[in-house]
């Protein structure tokens, strides 16, 4: 097929379905890219905007943030404890037990790597606690919930506040 096919295909489409070719556009042959693109600018299609989440009207309790959800409050709690007070748990057993081996023990190595090793234990569940948090899927759409306020696919809100705002 010549580009002035794929032009005479183009112009028949809607621009919803027109977008959707858009968005595979990588996955074209160089002359149906340029007459998509020509296509594109003629109309003066923008890129396509992305979906946002509304909160269902007709039921009761209607989930309206991230926050809803059992599982993710469990979890922010869990950040925010490890946040907060690993370092804690982490450094003073580890230099109450650098202090207690030296003068009690003799200098026992065992202690001291039972310290250490409490340490590292206490660092792998904070970051295995900041990790899940960053990492914990939308329940709209099954992508990477992320950082945000708002989920970077769908737009649920991660807090009921900011979702009223």
Request: with cysteine.
């Amino acid at each position: 097929m010549n580009e002035q096919s794929f032009q005479a295909y183009y112009q028949h489409l809607t621009d919803d379905q027109l977008r959707d070719v858009l968005a595979d556009k990588q996955d074209l042959v160089p002359e149906a890219a340029s007459a998509l693109d020509a296509e594109v600018q003629r109309r003066k299609l923008g890129p396509p905007e992305p979906p946002r989440w509304k909160p269902l009207p007709d039921t009761n309790r209607p989930v309206c943030s991230l926050e809803d959800f059992p599982s993710y409050r469990d979890l922010t709690a869990k950040r925010r404890f490890a946040n907060r007070y690993a370092v804690l748990i982490a450094i003073a057993p580890l230099s109450l037990g650098l202090a207690f081996a030296k003068q009690k023990l003799e200098n026992s190595i065992v202690f001291l790597f039972l310290s250490l090793g409490w340490a590292f234990v206490v660092a792998a569940y904070a970051l295995s606690a900041v990790t899940r948090w960053l990492g914990f899927r939308c329940p709209q759409c099954g992508e990477s919930f992320g950082r945000g306020a708002e989920c970077f696919s769908c737009g649920f809100p991660r807090n009921e506040s900011k979702n009223q705002a």
